[in-house]
């Protein structure tokens, strides 16, 4: 499979009272489980996520499904596990 390159900007995100305004959605800012994402981006002194607004509650159901470091995996038990490592391994090798 061919790879995707991730193109990811907040161009015209406005910061108001309520919070940074992306396409008359407010965002909320990542979390940890987003450390590594190449979709992760800074707006000011925060960063934010504009493939998704409120990566709290992605991350709440399990792992996020646009995450470009982690992915997850069925194992033998049925039990559905976080696999950061095969796609850091994965970039490395430029796959
Ligand atoms: S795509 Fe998912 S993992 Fe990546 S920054 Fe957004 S919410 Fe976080």
Redesign the pocket.
Same mark, same amino acid.
């Not at 646009?66 to 982690?70: L, Y």
């Given at each position: 499979m061919a790879k995707k390159n991730v193109t990811v900007s907040l161009e015209g995100a406005v910061k108001t009272d309520a919070g940074l305004t992306y396409k008359g959605v407010i965002m909320e800012p990542?979390?940890d489980?987003?450390e590594g994402?190449d979709?992760?981006v800074t707006f000011e002194d925060n960063t934010y996520?504009p493939?998704?607004a409120q990566?709290s509650i992605?991350?709440s159901k399990g792992v996020?499904n646009? &995450?470009?470091? &982690?992915r997850a995996e069925v194992d033998k038990t049925g039990k559905v596990k976080v696999n950061p490592l095969k796609a850091s391994k994965r970039a490395a090798r430029g796959r």
């Open positions: 990542v979390v489980q987003c994402c979709r992760v996520c493939t998704y990566p992605k991350w996020c646009f &995450a470009t470091h &982690a």
